[in-house]
């Protein structure tokens, strides 16, 4: 064999290896780029029924958020109903209240000042009296 044969062996030889060492890389990735897809499709599979529940469940909290919704209403018709009640209660009652109240009270500070003008009436009598003692016991002696 000449040596442009043996050139041309060698020169084979490192292309085939080099074909071999790019083959395994490549092998590689396919069977990574087959699990990938793989899970993509499993994942695919299991969400379906995930997003089936997800929106059974959206469908049963909006019909109970309907429920509320009326609740807080009847809520506010009732609370609206009480204000109403009371200021008519106030309205009816507050006034003859007030009136009661001051009458009461303008009794008992009359009664009071009555209690104590009388006792100082008392007082200045018995003053009065006291020196009209002495006097006639002045004169006596």
Known sequence: MSPGEWAGLIAALAFVLLVVLIAIPLLKLGRTLDEATLTIRQVREQSAPILGQASTTVAHVNSNLERVDDITGNAANVS?????????????????????A??????????????EGAALAEAAQRDKDARRARRAARRAA
């Open 80 to 100: 609206s109903n009480v204000a109403a009640l009371s200021s008519v209660v106030a309205a009816t009652l507050g006034s003859p209240l007030i009136k009661v």
């Open 102 to 115: 001051a009458f009461s009270y303008g009794v008992r500070t009359a009664a009071k000042k009555k209690r």
